[in-house]
């Protein structure tokens, strides 16, 4: 039944444009990130000073940056770390948010009302200013900015999978189970949380192009990745520097990161079509 | 005595809210503060900066009761916030909170430009789509809307930095405009709070053209037609009254975003406000200035989201009832 | 006499995923000036769709495949949209099934009902007086405090009697009224019954009165038109359709309980089998699957038979049946 339904849904996919577009672009990502090494022409930590600021031609297919690396080989290495903090972050803060959001809406009403507050309480702090805040606090580096993505997003997984969770819990046919003696483990396992999977899973696809953003806005500040890592934002953040020596690192570092972002956005965008039949039934 | 009924409701629901906004900004503002001090390392450097003399350390030690309990600790920073003390900005030689409140409007300034542009194009094209569901035009605009949505701001506000002020000319690239001369403020707002509220006009749009469509299939909006007024009336006066209403809470909470927005605007486009400032404190570790900047982030926004909630309680009698 | 309303072979399909749904098909009835009449049928007979046809107001989804409704002879099918604008509220107006929905949340009573006085060329001051005035007369205490109030914080009973009061305001020629009492408890269903009789009689309109109740339709009707699965299938003055029924489905409805008659019931009497499938209708006649007296003859589509000079029955055995 689930691969008749993975297959279904897949082929629902295929025959939306935007999610073929999208998953091109996923696919295109997840590729460059694994071939990174053999796909780069160049060495990405080579420094050419006598081709600094060098615009697109056929040995530097996207140009180089001030210290004459090559901004396209650069690009490729730097997917990897933004999948890589992807997939760690929303992982994590979407488990964290799971079993809380679960919690929330199975347990005592008093449990139900602390989890919120500490939900809104969390959602109070604007990402970038708390990455801030905790950059002046922790080293810099890959977990730190995990760490604020964990902290500024949990709390909306815990949100979705609460309502979700609460308007399950009084559905007849949990009620009836519950009148059956069935415990709460399998209600859990059997009910809630094949249904909250759907949801959560649309806002996962949904946050992670923000959580890349995350990443590579914090290393464009210089609170992301360690100095000389080839972030995208880093990579933006050298264009910005040089912006009056040349527009190509600018223009080549933002195409990866708008062209990610509208990947997974459009992505998520179709899954939520597909999975959610009341919003499918109102298009 | 219906009226009275009503004003109480509002009262009694506004009185709800503050009093869990101001909770949230209490608590919020505290576990950073815990962190802040209990984190390993000499906490005078963590709260001095690291250029602090001796002498200084000795001194802020003894008078911030650094070897209190964290909780006495926590009492006596909001005790002095309370009384309008945010501490001193050392690196500069003045109290943070001169700091942060000249920097506070800039930044709000910057907020509500990106809200200006968001809600105008956004409701716009969203009641647009609306009215023209499942044109091609209808589509379009969806498309864009997502990729509005998508496109991370502080690329947008490079690329548009490099396109219209760099390359083209067309706006300035650095500050916030001559004091007092409204039109240059105007000026150097333009392009930077487009850059943040791209992404709201997209969202506004959507959920505008979505509660729309949602509002004009409701009998309420068949009862105005069948007295005969017009289509355009019952559109844009009767259903998009209702159908902005969940924009105006989406964007109240968005101005949290906007503040990580703006913090990139701020420094693409050589802006002061509170993003730069907090910036630059933290490259200086000044933690008095992040701390104050944090509070001062933290209560405008959920000021910002409690007033949208209010409004929205205002502008839907229903909401209140609940 | 000419009549208000006059419904001809009127036709209106719904585009589905399944096909056309064929929610009405050769309707016609007619209201005479100054009459109230009835329609009763199942849920999903298609009395709203047919409500919503004479107002031109209808879901996208919806075509008048054929026939025609006219209003003091004038013709509404096709009509330019000013026209029908200019009618709607005036000419005709309605009270819709729903109290609770059917105003806007967000607008109060007086501005709504200010609203739809735009035709009017007195000023606001004035346009609220009167709606007040009207609020009065249909049986709401405070009326002038009402005018400040939202919809929810009305009563059920009394956001209906807004309702009405909004539907009578500019006195139309026909006032329709989509079972205006089915959200209702019984006490406030007789005293709304009452009060559209009153309000008839002051103002002298026709009423189109659709109902689940077959008491409601016998107490307050001149004449009942009986609708199943898209179809009129039996017309008449209330008191010969009820003693008399021609056709088998109202003899059903009316001997299946006959008690409920005088009671309040949300719903009609049930009776055995369910409403054919209306994309792909049966041929023949529509009630054959439910009918006991059908033969073979009832393949063909039986013709609307005059059981006497007002009252007809669409069945092969009208006339046999009713006497
Ligand atoms: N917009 C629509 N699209 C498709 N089918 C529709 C639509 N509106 C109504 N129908 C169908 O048309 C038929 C008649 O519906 P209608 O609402 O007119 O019934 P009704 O007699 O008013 O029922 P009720 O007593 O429940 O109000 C039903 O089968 C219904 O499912
Ligand atoms: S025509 Fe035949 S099937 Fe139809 S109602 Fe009459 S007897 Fe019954
Ligand atoms: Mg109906």
Not at chain 3, 136 to 159: C, F, I, M, N, T
């Amino acid at each position: 039944m689930m691969g008749q339904f993975r297959h279904s849904l897949l082929g629902r996919l295929l025959a939306d444009p935007m999610a073929v577009f999208a998953m091109t672009i996923i696919v295109g990502l997840v590729v460059v990130a694994i071939f990174a090494d053999a796909i780069s022409p160049h060495d990405h930590t080579l420094m050419n000073l006598a081709d600094r600021f060098a615009p697109p031609s056929s040995t530097y297919w996207l140009g180089t940056d001030n210290l004459g690396r090559d901004t396209f080989s650069r690009l490729a290495q730097g997917s990897r770390i933004a999948l890589y903090v992807a997939i760690v972050a929303v992982s994590i803060s979407g488990t964290i948010g799971l079993v809380l959001g679960m919690i929330a809406g199975f347990g005592p009403r008093w449990l139900d009302n602390l989890l919120l507050f500490i939900f809104d309480t969390l959602r109070a702090y604007p990402t970038i200013i708390l990455a801030l805040a905790l950059a002046a606090l922790l080293p810099r580096g890959l977990s730190t900015v995990i760490i604020v993505v964990v902290i500024t997003s949990f709390s909306e997984y815990g949100r979705v999978v609460r309502t979700q969770t609460l308007s399950l819990k009084n559905a007849e046919f949990i009620l009836a189970e519950r009148a059956m003696g069935a415990s709460a483990a399998r209600i859990v396992f059997h009910h809630v949380l094949p249904n909250v999977l759907g949801p959560f899973f649309i806002l996962a696809a949904m946050n992670l192009p923000v959580v890349i953003t995350i990443e590579a806005g914090m290393s464009f500040l210089g609170i992301g990745v360690p100095p000389g890592t080839p972030s995208w934002g880093a990579t933006l953040k050298d264009g910005f520097d040089y912006i009056r020596n040349t527009p190509w690192i600018i223009i080549a570092g933002g195409l990866p990161l708008i062209l990610v972002t509208l990947g997974f956005t459009f992505l998520g965008e179709a899954l939520r079509d597909q999975l959610d039949p009341k919003l499918r039934k109102s298009r | 005595m219906c009226i009275f009924g009503r004003g109480e409701k509002m009262l009694q629901y506004a009185f709800q809210r503050v009093l869990l906004a101001l909770a949230i900004i209490f608590v919020a503002i505290s576990a950073l503060f815990t962190i802040m001090i209990t984190l390993p390392g000499d906490p005078t450097t963590v709260l001095l900066g690291p250029r602090a003399t001796p002498e200084l350390r000795a001194a802020f030690r003894l008078s911030m009761g650094l070897d209190d309990p964290v909780l006495v600790q926590i009492a006596n920073f909001w005790g002095r916030i309370l009384s309008g003390d945010m501490g001193m900005d050392y690196n500069r030689n003045r109290p943070v909170s001169e700091a942060v409140f000249s920097a506070l409007p800039h930044t709000m300034a910057l907020v509500f430009g990106a809200i200006f542009w968001s809600a105008t194009l956004g409701i716009l094209l969203g009641a647009f789509s609306a009215d023209n569901r499942n044109s091609w035009l209808d589509r379009v605009s969806g498309i864009l809307s997502v990729g509005f949505i998508a496109a991370p701001s502080f690329v947008v506000a490079l690329y548009s930095l490099l396109l219209f002020s760099v390359t083209l000319r067309w706006f300035p690239t650095i500050g916030a405009g001559e004091p007092g001369d409204l039109a240059s403020r105007l000026y150097h707002l333009a392009l930077p709070s487009f850059a943040i509220g791209l992404a709201w006009v997209g969202y506004v749009a959507r959920i505008v053209r979505a509660s729309m469509l949602e509002t004009l299939g409701e009998n309420y909006i068949r009862t105005a037609r069948a007295f005969g007024l017009t289509r355009r009336k019952v559109i844009y006066n009767y259903a998009l009254r209702v159908a902005i209403l969940p924009a105006v809470q989406v964007l109240g909470v968005g101005i949290g975003g906007m503040l990580s927005s703006a913090v990139f605007a701020e420094i693409v486009f050589s802006r002061p406000g509170i993003g730069s400032l907090i910036y630059d404190s933290v490259s200086g570790r000044n933690y008095p200035v992040v701390m104050g900047s944090m509070l001062v982030a933290i209560g405008f926004f959920v000021t910002c989201a409690l007033i949208a909630d209010l409004v929205n309680a205002a502008l839907d009698p229903r909401q209140r009832a609940k | 006499m000419t009549d208000t309303l006059t419904v001809d072979g009127l036709t209106v399909h719904y585009a589905t995923r399944e096909g056309a749904l064929q929610a009405l098909r050769d309707v016609a009835l007619d209201v005479p000036a100054g009459q109230i009449v009835g329609i009763v049928g199942e849920s999903g007979c298609g009395k709203s769709t047919l409500i919503n046809a004479l107002l031109q107001l209808m879901p996208e989804n919806a075509r008048i495949a054929a026939g025609s409704v006219r209003l003091e002879g004038e013709e509404l099918v096709g009509a330019p949209s000013r026209r029908l604008r200019d009618m709607r509220g005036r000419d005709i107006s309605v009270v819709f099934q729903d109290p609770m929905t059917s105003l806007n949340p967000v607008l109060t009573i007086g501005r709504q009902m200010r609203d739809i006085q735009y035709r009017e060329t007195c000023g606001n001051a004035e346009k609220l007086s009167r709606a007040a005035a009207m609020l009065g007369r249909v049986g709401l205490p405070d009326p002038e405090a009402k005018l400040d109030a939202y919809p929810h914080e009305l009563s059920g009973g009394q956001r209906q009697r807004v309702a009405i009061a909004m539907a009578v305001l500019m006195r139309p020629k026909l006032l329709i009224a989509d079972e205006p009492t089915t959200a209702l408890d019984a006490t406030l269903e007789v005293q709304i019954i009452e009060l559209l009789k009153e309000l008839q009689r002051e103002i002298g309109c026709a009423i189109l009165f659709i109902s689940h109740h077959l008491g409601v339709i016998a107490e307050l009707c001149d004449r009942v038109v009986v609708m199943y699965a898209g179809e009129a299938v039996e017309e008449g003055p209330v008191a010969d359709v009820f003693l008399h029924p021609s056709h088998p489905y109202t003899a059903k409805l009316i001997e299946c309980d006959p008690g409920r008659m005088k009671t309040k019931v949300a719903l009609l009497p049930a009776i055995p089998g369910d409403l054919p499938d209306m994309t792909t209708p049966p041929e023949g006649c529509i009630f054959r699957d439910r009918c006991d007296k059908a033969t073979d003859l009832c393949r063909t589509k039986p013709e609307a038979l005059a059981v006497n000079g007002t009252h007809w029955a669409r069945c092969h055995f009208a006339a046999e049946y009713g006497a």
